[in-house]
């Protein structure tokens, strides 16, 4: 009798495990349906039918919960905001967790993973997607950038060309306002030459002036040798005064 009565305690247990894993699946299921559609597939989806509930929109439960709304929402969107790195950052969170890349959900409950595991992934795609989307910005903004630095050194560039253009065209115009006076100058100056009706004066030769020297600068520098003997002369003279002291000490 004792196992009579345990008997239908393990039976509800294990039929509760039975249908919880049925749940999972079919919510496992339900969570790949809706990730698959497209941008396109769902407008057709929306038009293409009437929906008795708003829960029938999101393939959802009446029973379902405003948190599983919101996440059904949010992977709704995100798929259409994740569309082109999805796939590749969901191949780099699989590869994290050393799982196999082209697994889907159903794989990973069959493998056993926790739905709260099967979030966290889905959490952690998420964030890489993000992080994917952020450095695309980023190099996206960057080449911008250069794009726009690079137009704005050739307008610059052009700039200053049409500038010099603009000083070389003045200087002509200048140049040219002038020709008549250069012209009539130069035509005057030939007629004189010809006419030979200018001065002669202006091109005189220079007459060079010698140098003279005067008779006492010569005096002053005498030769060589008279210029020793008045060395010396100097010399004698201021020995003897030297000597003058030896007298007075005596």
């Keep these: 009798m004792a196992e009579g009565e345990e008997n239908p305690a393990d039976e509800d247990e294990i039929l509760n495990f039975f249908f919880s894993e049925i749940e999972s699946i079919d919510k496992a299921k339900s969570n790949a349906d809706i990730m698959n559609f497209s941008a ?45 790195v999805y796939e590749e950052a969901k191949k ?25 595991d099967i979030q966290q992934i889905e959490n952690e795609i998420q964030r890489e997607c993000d992080e994917m989307l952020r450095k695309q910005q980023e190099r996206r903004e960057y080449a911008e950038r250069c794009v726009r630095a690079n137009m704005e050194y050739e307008r610059q560039l052009a700039a200053e060309q049409v500038e010099l253009e603009k000083q070389q065209l003045h200087h002509q115009v200048e140049w040219d306002k002038t020709r008549t006076l250069r012209v009539t100058s130069w035509r005057d100056f030939q007629g004189k030459v010809t006419t030979k009706d200018f001065k ?34 100097k010399r004698k003279k201021i020995v003897h005064d030297d000597d003058t002291y030896k007298a007075n000490w005596r």
């Design 40 to 84: 396109k597939e769902l407008c057709l989806r929306l038009t293409s039918q009437t929906f008795a509930s708003p829960y029938q929109v999101l393939q959802l439960k009446h029973n379902a919960t405003e948190e599983e709304i919101k996440k059904r929402y949010r992977k709704a969107d995100s798929k259409e905001k994740y569309r082109l």
């Design 200 to 233: 002669l004066q202006a091109f005189r030769p220079v007459d060079p002036k010698r140098e003279q020297r005067s008779s006492t600068e010569g005096v002053k520098r005498g030769t060589i040798a008279e210029s020793q003997t008045s060395r010396k002369e």
């Design 92 to 116: 780099i969170v699989y590869k994290r967790h050393k799982a196999n890349p082209n697994a889907t959900t159903l794989d990973l409950i069959a493998a056993g993973v926790l739905d709260s």
